[in-house]
C-alpha cells in the first residue's frame, strides 16, 4: 500500500492526484460490481408554481425498454443544455473520487424547500435527492495557474433536480467543503448554502473512505461512508435513470426573488459501478430534509474536467 503525498497535484492526463491522505496501489482487475436496485414506483404531483405551470413535474410521452434499462421521452428538452456556451468560462475544475449516492423521494416533501418559481424535475414521475462526496484538484480561474495550497480541497453536496422554464438543473440543500475560500466566494457570487467542514478522503486499493463534519455552529453535520470501486458501465444513454440523475450541465440558486443559473460544461461522466460498504450521516436531516431511508442507487466517477461559468439572472 503506497502512501499518497499531503495535497498532490494532478497528474498529466487529468487524473486525480494522489491527495490529502489518499493511499493508493495499482487498481484490482477483478472489481466487485455494484449491487443494482429496483425502479421505484410512480407518485403524482398537483401543486403549482407562481408562475401557474406544474410545480411537480409529471413525466410524459413515451417509455421504452434497451436491456433491462427503462428509457423515458418526457418531453423535456435535455440536450440543448449541454452543449458548450460561447462566452469563456471563469473557471476550470477538476472533481474525482466521487460517488453519486440517490435516494427517491415524493416530490411533495420537497416542494416546501424549494423557491415555488421552480418545477421540481422528476424521473418516472418520482423526485430524487443525491448525496455526493468527492474530491476537487487544480481549481483555477481561467488561464491562469493554480494557486497552492488553494487549489485542492474536499467537497460533499446535497441536491435534487429541477427545472425553470423547461430547463433542467440542480438544486442544492447545502455545499460543504474544506476550502473556506470557497465558501466565501460561492455564498458571495453564486448565491450557493457553502458551509464549512472537516473532511478527510483516503484511498486503500479499490477501497475509498470519506468522513466529514460540518463545522457551523447554526446546523452541525456528519457523514461517514465507506465504498468500494466496481468495473466501468457504458455512457450514460438520454432518457435512462443514470443520465437524468448525472448529466446536469447547470445549476441554480436564490437571491431574493430572483433565480439564477450558472453553466457547467464537461464531458459524459465515466461512471463505474460502486459497492456501498458502509454509511452513516445526518446531513440531510441538517438540511432540512426527511431522512433518507434504504439503500441508496450508487455510481463512481474516477475523474472529469469541469468548466465552470459566472450565474447569470434566469
Not at 493508493?24 to 429496483?38: E, L, M
Amino acid at each position: 500500500m503506497t502512501k499518497g503525498k499531503e495535497n498532490g497535484r494532478a497528474n498529466g492526463d487529468g487524473k486525480p492526484p494522489t491527495g490529502a491522505k489518499k493511499e493508493g496501489s495499482k487498481k484490482s482487475a477483478s472489481r466487485k460490481a455494484g449491487a443494482s436496485r429496483k425502479s421505484a414506483s410512480n407518485k403524482s404531483a398537483n401543486n403549482k408554481s407562481a408562475g401557474g405551470e406544474s410545480a411537480l413535474s409529471k413525466t410524459s410521452g413515451t417509455t421504452r425498454a434497451v436491456g433491462r434499462k427503462k428509457v423515458i421521452d418526457d418531453g423535456i428538452d435535455r440536450e440543448t443544455i449541454r452543449q458548450r456556451p460561447a462566452e469563456l468560462p471563469l473557471m476550470e475544475h477538476h472533481w474525482g473520487k466521487l460517488l453519486f449516492m440517490h435516494w427517491p423521494i415524493s416530490a411533495e416533501r420537497l416542494r416546501p424547500l424549494i423557491p415555488p418559481q421552480l418545477t421540481i424535475d422528476t424521473f418516472d414521475g418520482e423526485a430524487w435527492v443525491g448525496v455526493t462526496p468527492f474530491t476537487m484538484w487544480d481549481v483555477r480561474l481561467s488561464f491562469t495557474p493554480p494557486v497552492p495550497y488553494l487549489s485542492d480541497f474536499h467537497e460533499l453536496n446535497v441536491r435534487t433536480y429541477v427545472l425553470y422554464r423547461g430547463v433542467p438543473g440542480v438544486w442544492f440543500f447545502s455545499l460543504n467543503t474544506n476550502s473556506s475560500m470557497t465558501v466565501i466566494g460561492a455564498r458571495t457570487f453564486y448565491f450557493l448554502p457553502y458551509f464549512n467542514a472537516d473532511i478527510d478522503l483516503r484511498q486503500e486499493d479499490d477501497t475509498i473512505h470519506y468522513r466529514l463534519r460540518r463545522t457551523d455552529a447554526a446546523r452541525p453535520a456528519a457523514f461517514d461512508a465507506t465504498w468500494e470501486i466496481g468495473k466501468e458501465l457504458p455512457e450514460a444513454e438520454p432518457g435512462t435513470l443514470e443520465f437524468f440523475l448525472t448529466e446536469r450541465y447547470c445549476l441554480y440558486s436564490a437571491s431574493g426573488e430572483s433565480i439564477y443559473r450558472a453553466r457547467i460544461h464537461h464531458r459524459p461522466w465515466p461512471l463505474r459501478q460502486a459497492v456501498l460498504r458502509a454509511h452513516a450521516s445526518d446531513i440531510a436531516e441538517s438540511d432540512y430534509l426527511p431522512k433518507l431511508k434504504g439503500k441508496p442507487l450508487v455510481h463512481y466517477a474516477e475523474a472529469l474536467s469541469v468548466d465552470v461559468w459566472l450565474p447569470e439572472k434566469a
